[in-house]
C-alpha cells in the first residue's frame, strides 16, 4: 500500500486505537474519493507501547462503519525510521507533540514536519481529545474533527 513516489502522512495518538487509526481511515478514504490515494503512503502509529498488536477500539470501528468508512488496522508504536521516511507526523494533542519532538531530537535525518493535526481545523479546535474514557458521542467529535482537519490537510497538499 506504499506510494512508490509521492506524500507520506503517519497519525499520531497515545495508544493508536482511538484517534490516529480514525484520523487514517478519514485521510484515507478522502484520498480515496478524490483518486490520489496512490499518490499517498498513509499510516498511524502510537507514542505509547499500550495498546502495540490490538485492533482500533470497538467505539471507533461503530463510529467509522455507522459513516461507512473502511477501518483495518493494528496498533502500532511510532518508530525512529517513521522520522526518516514520512513527511508529515500529525499528532491528536500537546502531549503527543512532546513526546515525538524529544524522540526527532534523537533520529538523525529526520524529514517529517510534525504538528498538530488540529492545527488544519478551520474551527480552530487545535486539540483532538481522547474519547477513551468518555461515550459514543466523544468518538463521533472525533470523527468530526479528523473530517475537517483531514480535508484541509489534503486540500493544502495536493
Same mark, same amino acid.
Given at each position: 500500500?506504499?506510494?512508490?513516489?509521492?506524500?507520506?502522512?503517519?497519525?499520531?495518538?497515545?495508544?493508536?486505537?482511538?484517534?490516529?487509526?480514525?484520523?487514517?481511515?478519514?485521510?484515507?478514504?478522502?484520498?480515496?474519493?478524490?483518486?490520489?490515494?496512490?499518490?499517498?503512503?498513509?499510516?498511524?502509529?502510537?507514542?505509547?507501547?499500550?495498546?502495540?498488536? %490490538?485492533?482500533?477500539? $470497538?467505539?471507533?470501528?461503530?463510529?467509522?462503519?455507522?459513516?461507512?468508512?473502511?477501518? +483495518?488496522?493494528?496498533? +502500532?508504536?511510532?518508530?525512529?525510521?517513521?522520522?526518516?521516511?514520512?513527511?508529515?507526523?500529525?499528532?491528536?494533542?500537546?502531549?503527543?507533540?512532546?513526546?515525538?519532538?524529544?524522540?526527532? %531530537?534523537?533520529?538523525?535525518?529526520?524529514?517529517?514536519?510534525?504538528?498538530?493535526?488540529?492545527?488544519?481545523?478551520?474551527?480552530?479546535?487545535?486539540?483532538?481529545?481522547?474519547? $477513551?474514557?468518555?461515550?459514543?458521542?466523544?468518538?463521533?467529535?472525533? $470523527?468530526?474533527?479528523?473530517?475537517?482537519?483531514?480535508?484541509?490537510?489534503?486540500?493544502?497538499?495536493?
Amino acid at each position: 500500500m506504499a506510494a512508490v513516489s509521492g506524500k507520506s502522512v503517519l497519525f499520531v495518538c497515545l495508544g493508536n486505537i482511538c484517534r490516529s487509526p480514525i484520523a487514517e481511515a478519514v485521510f484515507r478514504k478522502m484520498a480515496t474519493d478524490s483518486g490520489v490515494v496512490d499518490k499517498w503512503r498513509i499510516d498511524s502509529a502510537a507514542t505509547s507501547t499500550y495498546e502495540i498488536g %490490538n485492533p482500533p477500539d $470497538y467505539r471507533g470501528q461503530a463510529c467509522m462503519k455507522k459513516h461507512s468508512v473502511p477501518m +483495518r488496522h493494528v496498533a +502500532r508504536q511510532v518508530t525512529k525510521e517513521d522520522f526518516q521516511s514520512f513527511d508529515y507526523i500529525l499528532c491528536m494533542d500537546e502531549s503527543n507533540l512532546r513526546d515525538l519532538k524529544r524522540t526527532a %531530537n534523537s533520529v538523525k535525518s529526520c524529514k517529517a514536519k510534525i504538528e498538530l493535526l488540529g492545527s488544519y481545523d478551520p474551527e480552530k479546535q487545535l486539540i483532538i481529545q481522547d474519547p $477513551y474514557y468518555g461515550s459514543d458521542k466523544d468518538f463521533e467529535t472525533v $470523527y468530526e474533527q479528523c473530517v475537517r482537519c483531514c480535508r484541509v490537510f489534503l486540500e493544502k497538499n495536493s
